[in-house]
T-cell receptor
């Protein structure tokens, strides 16, 4: 039972490089989201999706793109990495019915030099 | 936009002491969730509160939802070293399903 899987676990980028953080869930959850976690700032919502083909911006969307072509996958794209995007990124999913529990992936630690 | 403020940001206690973290909102919340994140780990769901004045217990943890549904608290009785981590409250009021998290309270327990 994999739950929410994020890859990679660690990544170092140079300023201006692009990359995609992968997220997949096997629980058939409609809702998926991306957060970044910085010291003293808690978990800040970047983008979220309520189903395949539907995405919306969260609190801190600038510099990030997302797409949701399938229920299972919700990749996060950094088009031109900046040092301010150094952070820990968490993907999460939840069902829109039932107990409303949000499940998190193990996280991706990203450093932008 | 909607925000939940959480205090304190950090708390150091001696093992066996009690601990409380508070979550406050300027608007009425339809529900609030609590999560725990161990050092180096990811947030894990603890509980959801929905009703005004609701109190729920999980062993040494007591969760409360205020009568006005604008605040919530998590109280740990007789802390243990296994309680170390960051505790987050999250506002689940959005009709889009998104969760907005407080800044978290990081608990350190000295053995």
């Amino acid at each position: 039972n994999a739950g929410v899987t994020q890859t990679p676990k660690f990544q170092v980028l140079k300023t201006g490089q692009s990359m995609t953080l992968q997220c997949a869930q096997d629980m058939n959850h409609e809702y998926m989201s991306w957060y970044r976690q910085d010291p003293g700032m808690g978990l800040r919502l970047i983008h979220y999706s309520v189903g395949a083909g539907i995405t919306d911006q969260g609190e801190v969307p600038n510099g990030y793109n997302v797409s949701r072509s399938t229920t299972e996958d919700f990749p996060l794209r950094l088009l031109s990495a900046a040092p301010s995007q150094t952070s820990v990124y968490f993907c999460a999913s939840r069902s829109t019915s039932g107990k409303n529990i949000q499940y998190f992936g193990a996280g991706t630690r990203l450093s932008v030099l | 936009g909607q925000q939940v403020m959480q205090i304190p940001q950090y708390q150091h206690v001696q093992e066996g002491e009690d601990f409380t973290t508070y979550c406050n909102s300027s608007t009425t919340l339809s529900n609030i969730q609590w999560y725990k994140q161990r050092p180096g780990g990811h947030p894990v769901f603890l509980i959801q509160l929905v009703k005004s004045g609701e109190v729920k217990k999980q062993k040494r943890l007591t969760f409360q939802f205020g009568e006005a549904k604008k605040n919530s608290s998590l109280h740990i009785t007789a802390t243990q070293t296994t309680d170390v981590g960051t505790y987050f409250c999250a506002d689940g009021s959005s009709n889009t399903g998104k969760l907005i998290f407080g800044q978290g309270t990081t608990l350190q327990v000295k053995p």
